[in-house]
């Protein structure tokens, strides 16, 4: 008998006992479970992180696995919880935009808002549904449940106010989407974008930072303490320092705004 999956992506870290009260709710339902914690390090109330984290990591996850989504600034409040079907993958979440990028970039087959409340733990806390809601409607999910039994079906959903990376005459619009634990910052910036604009510059630069660095194909192309460009493993370009914090040396963090510029022009 195949054991469902069941990843969990949350912004809870691990100092509390948050993620281990989820990881036995969902046993408790579905002792078959087969639990993956992608990360609980999505930096606190960042949907916006949480949707890139998500889109990250989905496609390395087998059909049938049920994405548990949990960065949900508005627990309590009459914020939505949605659940849809995607490419044979199961995506539980708030309705806050955090599947937005999945649901318009992939497409889905089935979406609906979850209102089965005998499906969840009694008493509901205002402030944990991670455990009374999300656990218990993945494993039930993961168990065979229908998508269609979750709730009525809907045609919309909240989406992010993100705009996407674009090209213009002053240089390369980006954001922040994740600073690693090394202090890579990864940008919102294609590898499309790098290949038909960046890729032609000497060098590039941050707008605003007083450093320029090269677009390289690996981290040795540079001496240690440097910094330098790259595509990284999720497609977006990444700003490093070899051996160093990329983040901290520029001063970037999640979610900011950044111009990529021609450094050779500095």
Not at 240 to 251: H, P, Y
């Amino acid at each position: 008998m195949r054991r469902p999956v069941i990843a969990l992506i949350t912004d809870f870290g691990l100092h509390d006992v948050y993620v281990g009260v989820m990881k036995g709710v969902i046993l408790g339902v579905n002792p078959e479970a087969r639990i993956v914690d992608v990360t609980h390090s999505v930096p606190r109330h960042d949907v916006a992180a949480g949707s890139y984290a998500l889109s990250a990591s989905l496609d390395y996850f087998p059909e049938g696995t049920v994405f548990a989504v949990v960065v949900d600034p508005g627990v309590g409040s009459d914020r939505a919880v949605i659940c849809a079907r995607s490419e044979g993958r199961y995506f539980l979440a708030p309705d806050n935009g955090v599947l937005a990028p999945v649901l318009t970039g992939r497409g889905y087959d089935a979406l609906v808002r979850v209102e089965r409340e005998d499906l969840y733990l009694r008493p509901v806390s205002s402030t944990f549904h991670g455990r009374d809601v999300f656990a218990p409607v993945a494993a039930r999910l993961s168990a065979g449940l229908d998508i269609g039994a979750l709730g009525r079906e809907v045609s919309d959903f909240v989406r992010l106010d993100a705009p996407e990376a674009e090209a213009g005459p002053e240089g390369v619009k980006a954001g922040v989407a994740w600073v690693d634990a090394f202090g890579n910052v990864i940008t919102t910036c294609p590898a499309r974008l790098v290949d038909a604009v960046i890729g032609r510059w000497g060098r590039i630069a941050v707008h605003g930072r007083d450093a320029s660095f090269p677009l390289v194909a690996c981290y040795e192309a540079v001496p240690p303490g440097e910094l330098l460009a790259i595509v990284g493993s999720s497609g977006f370009l990444e700003i490093s320092v070899r051996e160093g914090n990329a983040a901290r040396l520029l001063g970037l963090g999640t979610g900011d705004g950044i111009l990529l510029v021609d450094g050779g022009r500095m």
